[in-house]
């Protein structure tokens, strides 16, 4: 009878560490999509390009394009 009771408890032991090891996962999987995206947008705007935004006249280097943080009027440029 004691052996049929361990067994029992072991599985439920099993079930719970299954459970909250689910539930770690889901909340790390929140965090890491919701920072990941937040580190995505950062990556492409110009200053993290090494690019300072100016006018088109005031740029004496080369410009790189489809990057954010620059006004419409204003491009990416990167000085040589």
Known sequence: M??????VGLAM???IIAILG??????MVAVFSTESGDAVKT???CAAKGGVC???SDCGGRT?????????????????
């Open 13 to 15: 032991n099993i079930i």
């Open 54 to 56: 100016k006018p088109p």
């Open 64 to 80: 790189i394009g489809g990057v954010e943080g620059c006004t419409d009027s204003e491009i990416c440029c990167l000085e040589i």
């Open 43 to 45: 990556l492409k705007t």
């Open 22 to 27: 689910l539930i770690v996962l889901g909340i």
């Open 2 to 7: 004691l052996k049929k009771r361990n067994a």
